[in-house]
């Protein structure tokens, strides 16, 4: 007992390999060296023989089991990885003595229940309770915990949860409160502690696993992990039995505390939830579906999950390929087919925080979403073509998320300004239309990425629930993104007076764009919604001739004029003309 220890955790997690590779070695040379030996005799050997080697092996495996359990115990004792020594003082000087002790332990704690099972009075209640008391100052052991829970079983397990929730209304389907969980903290905390920390060692047995996570109620499980500290495993595992519920069993009866329980402990380690939305394509879907995150009967619940978001995907959160494919999965789930979150029952997520927060962590992921809308526009262009894992996501689920996003005004105006970002970043005024294949090509590629952003925001407008002055001003300024590179980057503008009219200039032709589309909504003219966007794409082709004259540049021939405007019209007609009829009639 109090044994004091000091381990250098890079050195010994070396040493622990280096014994596995004994081991390996002197299993596979064994049975040769044991006939060679044996056909040797004792005259060469004496009377030792293989025994030597038996215990070389031996030595090894019993050294590594050593230290590994030293290494488990200094890992919940000291939750760090980080270099060089680390001294801790032990409970147990060895695993065998914590094993013991954790079986001693588990005796009392088992016959307690056996007594409150039949007695169901108070005080048989109170004596299992101090029972597990005695666990208390020994759980940072995980083969004391191993021990206590094997004993147990996972049965007796469940059971002394059971007999704590079965008075506590709805507590086993829909979780405990707060102020209920810290109760039971001081009651079977130490039995949750037990089994978070056996979990997180690798130490329980195959019973403990998908047997135990599937028969036992949800409650159970989130309240274990609201007095522990679980795994990402752990936590991931029950967030997938509570999450994956049908809808149904959770209707807005009661307060749905599972829910603020895994919240709250992904607000604690906001790397697991990166994870399990990387890892389970439905995740994204169940999590954030409208009737979990507005219905959970738990105030300022969706901005809990907002908040949690916020620090699982926000730039260098976690791990960049395991963020990327969390988001994913996110625009898949938000953007599928008969999304809750466009239209249906739920109304509009104006004032969504979580709105707010994808649309403010999306924009670095731009790119591949506008290179989802010219793969399909240009097939011909693999330049320009998604990359793995964007290549999955299909654009009419990119366009849908979007949509999902818009439909709260700060978020829309949060994805309009990532947009034009995006546009800025191409610099395609650096590339002349036409001349040099080379330069040529490489302007081709960036303004079909433009076009592509652009579709992506026209096609996303279209779910989006505003006034008409409103989706007016959005479609106008969407319309410009592929032409408003021409600002100060083709034709450098050294002269801010020149600059300042450069910038009037596209407020110009923002709102001649505008006023075609206002007067199309209002129906003050004959102009059909293929008209108008066939006029919008043909001052944007203008547009482009007027700047290279004005700047003293070459201006295009009529045929290269033509292929400019049926490159505008073919990245950007279908989508205005769509929208403009979605919101016209």
Avoid: C
């Amino acid at each position: 007992m109090g044994e004091f220890v000091g381990i250098d955790p890079r050195g010994a997690e070396q040493l622990v390999q280096q014994m596995s590779t004994g081991k390996n070695v002197l299993a596979s040379t064994r049975h040769g060296l044991e006939t060679a030996i044996a056909e040797a005799g004792e005259a060469w050997t004496g009377q030792q023989g293989v025994t030597p080697m038996h215990r070389s092996w031996a030595f090894f495996d019993e050294t590594q089991r050593d230290l590994k359990w030293r290494m488990d115990t200094l890992k919940q004792m000291v939750p760090t990885s980080g270099n060089g020594l680390m001294s801790v003082i032990f409970t147990f000087g060895s695993e065998n003595e914590a094993a013991r002790q954790g079986k001693a332990d588990a005796a009392p704690i088992a016959e307690a229940l056996r007594k409150h099972e039949i007695e169901s009075s108070v005080e048989s209640w109170r004596k299992v309770t101090a029972a597990t008391a005695v666990m208390k100052g020994k759980l940072n052991d995980p083969a004391y915990a191993a021990a206590v829970l094997s004993a147990l079983g996972p049965e007796k397990f469940r059971a002394l949860f059971m007999h704590w929730m079965k008075n506590r209304g709805p507590a086993m389907d829909k979780g405990l409160s707060p102020n209920a969980i810290k109760e039971g903290r001081e009651t079977l905390g130490p039995l949750a502690e037990a089994y978070a920390n056996a979990e997180r060692a690798g130490r329980l047995g195959e019973e403990w696993q998908g047997p135990f996570m599937k028969a036992t109620q949800p409650g159970v499980l989130t309240a274990i992990v609201a007095m522990s500290k679980p795994s990402t495993k752990l936590l991931n595992q029950v967030a997938l039995k509570v999450l994956g519920r049908p809808l149904t069993a959770d209707l807005p009866t009661s307060e749905n505390w599972n829910l603020n329980v895994l919240v709250e402990a992904y607000d604690a380690n906001p790397q697991a939830l990166q994870t399990l939305l990387a890892q389970n394509k439905e995740a994204a879907g169940w999590l954030l579906h409208p009737q979990r995150v507005r219905m959970s009967g738990i105030s300022g619940f969706e901005g809990k999950v907002a908040g949690v978001l916020d620090k699982a995907l926000k730039p260098g959160a976690g791990v960049d390929s395991v963020r990327e494919q969390a988001w994913v999965n996110i625009i898949r789930g938000m953007g599928a087919k008969d999304s809750p979150w466009i239209g249906g029952g739920w109304g509009t997520f104006h004032d969504s925080p979580i709105s707010e927060t994808l649309a403010k962590y999306v924009g670095p992921y731009l790119d591949q979403l506008a290179r989802g809308q010219s793969k399909r526009d240009s097939p011909d262009l693999p330049s320009t073509f998604p990359t793995s894992p964007w290549d999955s996501v299909h654009t009419d689920e990119a366009s849908r998320f979007m949509g999902g996003l818009m439909q709260d005004k700060d978020a829309a105006q949060t994805l309009m300004k990532a947009s034009q970002d995006y546009t800025q970043s191409l610099d395609i005024g650096r590339f002349r239309p036409f001349g040099d294949e080379a330069v040529q090509a490489e302007y081709t590629k960036r303004e079909a990425l433009a076009g592509g952003a652009a579709n992506l925001m026209l096609s996303g407008s279209t779910h989006a629930e505003w006034s008409d002055d409103e989706y007016a001003d959005w479609l106008a300024t969407v319309a410009l993104l592929p032409i408003s590179w021409l600002s100060n980057k083709y034709w450098p503008i050294q002269d801010a007076t020149v600059a300042t009219a450069r910038d009037a200039g596209l407020d110009e032709a923002k709102d001649g764009f505008k006023g075609l589309i206002t007067d199309y909504l209002d129906k003050k003219t004959p102009a059909t919604a293929a008209s108008v966007a066939d006029s919008i794409v043909q001052q944007q082709a203008d547009w482009v001739n007027d700047s290279l004259a004005e700047h003293g540049q070459k201006p295009l021939t009529e045929a290269q004029r033509n292929v400019v405007r049926m490159s505008f019209r073919g990245r950007l007609f279908d989508a205005l003309k769509k929208a403009l009829e979605q919101r016209g009639g």
